[in-house]
């Protein structure tokens, strides 16, 4: 094991605006454009659409979670699938989060060791150390496992954010450890992320940063962000964060999806993201517009011809009306959180698209301003 | 008004095999081959699919429910978007029940005039007759309506069905006749079906159809059956009706889709089906395959890697396994019944082409025989 590994995957910048960086994450399987957004499939399946699906939407990578996929079905049933790729028929890339975040929210007992706790699908009792996530993520067939890391609860005393850094780091380093004894079984195509915790408090951000650039990792996520704090209080420990990072690694926010997240921390400097946010709102009968988001349940769409967005003539649910969507919501009609799950992921992805090509033409301040204007 | 009027739509049988018909149902709109299966769109969407999806799948023909769309959202409101066509974009063939059904299992006040029911959705008072019933479903703009019935839940008594029969006769007449002076408006591509009714008694069954063809409709649909009575009980009174209906206008069995059942109507020369038995189905976790059905939420197929039906791979679910489907139905995801219900669908649609195939070949007993051997 050593530091002077060759990062996986591939990643090459070709385009900067500002602090926005437009690039390449290349696996032998596929290559994404980076910012990217990813969707969520915490299950091995985002809610209410295939794999199938996703791919005619143009996703390029789908999350999966260990926590929940080591106890439902179990990571040993599908590796025997060929991992989530075989399992869900999805051959684009995959990137699993450790586990970490929903222990964490479990109360678990936790010592250097790992970490205990009980399932929330029947209370049997699990355990997780920073080599079981590396196993179980490569069962999964993750292209991009997360290091297992400590996720304290925000708001936090500066103690528990602090013991919270010091042993993410050093479960970082088993992690990274057991990883790099089990890479070459898998023709170097398979990448280990560290997360970078510490709170909202800066010095700490840089702190986890730095020890984690010093294990040496294939790309570097912020955790512990988005959680409730505001979008300002959010961006000091973010940019601390990223301004410390490798630049020719990439940089993934975990757990951000709204638009004016997205163009702020593309500003400091991300390269990937993850949230349920777009697929959750799509459920409860919301819909990303250019002109802001709409609830499209409101009775004051019951007579609208119109698309979700007028807009936004690409979206796949633009042969229905707001009428008709509002109409199969307000019958129970499944349908309805279909066909609004698809257009805010395309929608999304199309903002991520218009990202890129603002970057690669440095106009990305403009788009960020827009952004901001409408979703702010 | 008269029972010389042409009839619409156009209805050509090109192929029989025993008592099977092979035909084709013409509007300028679409043309549908019969026998015919119509998945049932109660709220103007067949749940968890959409018109796409129906349009991917070859669906020919779209049922409505007129019970259900004149409390939500409101024929008015559907008229204003192009009826259920425009609504629900789907340019293929509509066809709407009259509410009968619905109504009559609210306990209705009904006298001759028509019925008084109160709404499942909140209660509100509403009356039905054989008129509105008509201007309801031209609202909606189905192409193919149903008259107002009178349908008694079985058992019931001979008197019962009997006073049934008149009182569906005499709201036959009236419904017809408001129908006819509206037709003109249509441009003639406004089809309007009578009902059969008659319990499971062949003298009134006959008695019934005997008074709808001297009322004369453009087809004839046998009601009141397939409502809890064993198979061998729907036989006789279903031959009873079909032996005396007129050949050249279409027969719809209302509320009948297993594979079983259907073959059997085919063979009584029944042209057109609708069921919520296989969208139903897949919601609960069952897949219809050649060799039966299989409750796919079983343990046995948590490892299986076979697709729902191995023996039909058309399926557009078969890039995904039995064992991730059952994962996706075991954790709760909505996928799960959308890819069930796709397939399923799929696979009803398959074996109307094979019934329709066979009757062309004169080898329809054959398939009847080997379907029954399944599914009887």
């Not at 040496?216 to 420990?237: C, K, N, Q, W």
């Not at 964060?241 to 593309?266: H, N, W």
């Not at 919501?329 to 309805?336: I, K, M, R, T, Y």
């Not at 257009?343 to 440095?362: C, G, K, P, T, Y």
Request: with cysteine; proline share 6%; charged share 25%.
């Amino acid at each position: 094991m050593s530091n002077k590994e060759v990062p996986i995957p591939g990643f090459e910048v070709s385009a900067i605006s500002g602090g926005a960086r437009r690039g390449q994450l290349s696996f032998d399987r596929h290559v994404a454009q980076t910012p990217v957004f990813m969707p969520v499939g915490t299950r091995a399946s985002v809610r209410t659409v295939t794999s199938a699906d996703l791919e005619s939407l143009g996703a390029d990578i789908m999350l999966g979670n260990t926590y929940h996929l080591m106890l439902r079905p179990g990571e040993a049933l599908i590796e025997r699938f060929g991992g989530i790729h075989g399992f869900a028929d999805w051959h684009r890339l995959i990137l699993t989060d450790s586990g970490g975040y929903q222990v964490f929210s479990l109360e678990p007992k936790v010592d250097d060791e790992g970490a205990t706790f009980k399932s929330t699908y029947d209370g049997s009792k699990h355990h997780l150390s920073p080599e079981r996530a590396v196993d179980i993520q490569l069962a999964l067939g993750s292209d991009i496992q997360m290091v297992l890391d400590v996720c304290p609860p925000l708001p936090a005393p500066k103690k528990v954010i602090r013991t919270a850094v010091e042993r993410t780091a050093l479960w970082a380093e088993r992690g990274r450890a057991h990883f790099l004894t089990r890479r070459d079984a898998f023709a170097g195509q398979r990448a280990q992320f560290g997360i970078v915790q510490g709170g909202l408090d800066p010095e700490l951000r840089q702190t986890s940063a730095r020890q984690l650039m010093d294990i040496g990792f294939d790309g570097y996520a912020v955790g512990g962000l988005s959680v409730g704090e505001t979008r300002a209080e959010m961006i000091e420990p973010l940019r601390a964060s990223t301004e410390i990072l490798p630049t020719d690694r990439p940089r993934y926010f975990m757990g951000l999806g709204d638009p004016a997240g997205l163009v702020e921390a593309v500003a400091a400097g991300v390269d990937m993201f993850d949230c349920v946010w777009p697929t959750r709102m799509a459920r409860h009968g919301t819909a990303l517009t250019r002109q802001g988001r709409i609830n499209i349940s409101a009775a004051r769409y019951a007579n609208s011809d119109e698309p979700l967005d007028p807009d936004f003539p690409q979206s796949p649910a633009n042969r229905w009306s707001r009428g008709y969507i509002r109409h199969l919501l307000s019958v129970g009609e499944p349908a309805a959180a279909r066909i609004l799950t698809m257009h805010n992921l395309a929608w999304l992805f199309d903002l991520m698209e218009r990202i890129r090509i603002s970057i690669v033409e440095d106009r990305f301040a403009e788009l960020r301003a827009e952004t901001l204007e409408v979703w702010g």
